[in-house]
């Protein structure tokens, strides 16, 4: 019945093949990252203040993204995908956000022990990120034009000529004509499509190594989605842009990325290759949420989750997921589980999982 | 046109080209100002006023007494045709003293109303841009002087420095800036939220430069309709300092003070008092009326 048969017990966790890969000891136990990574997150634990206590937003997140890899980050709204997203470019908002544990690194370089002043530097020039909306993510009152050009010459030096080019080059790039008339408009002008590829320009135009694109087709009608994400595709292949997508759709993370991370407040809960994770999930979360995909023809026919999202003020014990667990046991109440290798690249955080894996062959389905 | 060279022609025709889009914004934005007849009146007038306050040497019937020289011989006449607003209590023309007023009325609107943007403008951008300790800071200042009366407080500020046009200006500003500093502020907490901001941030623009592209010029209409009303305050106020003595020293030839000398002349020689009055009324009204005009022309809501 099992088709993807997970390793015997005892089995060596089967990483990822990465050179001079640290011993088992060196890194968080079982954390699913490798190295030579471009983006690798580590046991990240972000806190918000807030009037009515501390939210215990991001609780251990383990994520990597390799050079040139498109990453779907999937998950509900308040599952922390945005707050990892703007983790990444220190751009929670200070005094009300703390980093209480982890690490963030990017190209072998710990970001959050970089100065402001270096983070600057480094966002939009090298991390750069695209939002829902980008109506409201352009200013009204520029064109379209001068603010891509604004965003080449605050980090490319450059201005006049050259950085009229480069910004041409940049709307090329994004499949918009690079006209006149294109960048002399202002943003209510142009359609949607377009202004979500002028967004892309802005974020790409300086040669940026990962993109980090938070939901970037949710405010699209669908075939205007389509073509964004063949547009994250095409940036991928043309230029090299490692990209975390950030979508609650998993079907728009099924069509583009090469792996999936599934979050489900504030910890990564099932991680792997796309085609490996939709075909085989581990995680219950994970395989309730491939149930609420619309399948059938009758609308009686469409799944929920029951229960609701924990209040992360005052989260669940152990497992976050485990009251709405069916298949949760004791241990899950009171023991966070460790992300565990169920196949080649494809790790699971889930004690009963765990348990099985420990189990005869026979007694496992996913 | 047939002068202009050729290369002149592109140049113009280019520039056109390239800012197309905010010339069309430019006319259509006259266009709205324009359906409002009264306030296309109220600019004219103010045009005039400037045009007299320039050239009030050549435009004035007798500049020496506008000035301040006095002729006792032709004292307290009526309007006439020598003296259309008839001369004062020491024989000087009224209406050129009138027309030499209107420098001290447009020139003290001006130069306050620059240093109060100057003060007010960043401080509330800062604010509300940074909030926390800042925001908090600023604002429980601003809410000292607020708290006073203005006028009390322009008051008790130049009997503190010394009666004079220059402290008058000095105190004007020190009351007022805390206005455009709640304004601007207000805008800013609303504008830092836009994702266009937090776009700005995630390409690495600075957080100054963040206040000064993307946050002031979305305030840049409120504060500017909050000026043209507030130019119509200030000469209120600057006349009111000159009457109550605290301002302009007497030769000068300023409204309010003309005011409080005609005062005691009211009854026989209404004319002393009544066109500086006037005068103050007009420029007033004028600019209010312009401001009404301009916050239709930049509220988005009255378009079209």
Known sequence: ?366 | MSVTTPTQTRGLSDWRVRHAASLSEWRHSVRVFARDRLAVIAVVWIAFMVVLAVGAPVIAPYPSQGQGQPDVSIRLQAPSAHHLFGTDELGRDVLSRVVYGSRIALVMPFVTMIGVLLIGIPLGGIAGYFGGLVDEAVMRVTDVFLAFPSLILTMALVAFLGASLRNVGIAIVVTWWPWYTRLVRGMAVSLRQRPFVKVARTMGVADLRIILRHILPHAFGPVIVQMTVDVGTVILAVAAMSFLGLGAKPPTPDWGLMISTGQSYILQQWWIGTFPGLAIFLLVLAFNLVGDGLRDVLDPRMRR
């Open chain 1, 1 to 366: 019945m099992s088709s993807a048969i997970p390793p015997a017990p005892g089995a060596p966790a089967p990483r990822a093949p990465a050179a001079g890969a640290a011993p088992a000891g060196a890194a968080p136990a079982g954390a699913p990252v490798g190295a030579g990574d471009l983006l690798r997150i580590a046991g990240l634990k972000v806190e918000f203040r807030s009037m009515r206590g501390v939210v215990k937003a991001l609780d251990g997140v383990n994520l990597s993204v390799a050079p040139r890899e498109i990453l779907g980050l999937v998950g509900e709204s308040g599952c922390g995908k945005s707050v990892t997203g703007f983790a990444v470019l220190g751009l929670l908002p200070r005094p009300i956000a703390r980093y209480t544990d982890g690490e963030i690194v990017f190209r072998g370089e710990d970001l959050l022990g970089k100065s402001e002043h270096e983070m600057r530097a480094l966002r939009g020039k090298v991390i750069s990120m695209v939002f829902q909306d980008p109506l409201a993510s352009l200013n009204p009152v520029f064109t379209v034009g001068e603010q891509i050009s604004r965003v080449v010459r605050l980090h490319r030096g450059v201005s006049g000529g050259p950085a009229r080019e480069m910004t041409r080059e940049a709307l090329a790039a994004t499949g918009l004509p690079p006209t006149d008339e294109i960048l002399q408009s202002y943003p209510h002008q142009l359609s949607g499509g377009m202004r979500q590829r002028a967004c892309m320009a802005m974020a790409i135009s300086c040669g940026s190594e990962l993109l980090i694109a938070d939901e970037p087709t949710t405010a699209l009608d669908v075939t205007i989605q389509a073509q964004i994400l063949k547009l994250l595709l095409r940036l991928r292949e043309e230029r090299g842009v490692a990209q975390v997508l950030i979508t609650h759709n998993v079907g728009v993370a099924a069509q583009t990325c090469d792996r999936v991370a599934v979050m489900y407040a504030g910890t990564v809960v099932e991680q792997g290759p796309t085609a490996r994770v939709m075909k085989h999930p581990y995680h219950p979360y994970t395989i309730a949420l491939y149930e609420c995909l619309p399948q059938g023809k009758r609308a009686a026919e469409l799944h929920t989750i029951p229960g609701s999202v924990p209040d992360l003020i005052d989260p669940p014990p152990g497992c976050r997921y485990h009251p709405r667990c069916p298949r949760a046991m004791d241990v899950c109440t009171t023991v966070k589980p460790a992300p565990t290798p169920v196949a080649e690249g494809h790790w699971v955080s889930c004690h009963d999982v765990a348990r099985r894996l420990a189990a005869p062959v026979h007694e496992v389905a996913p």
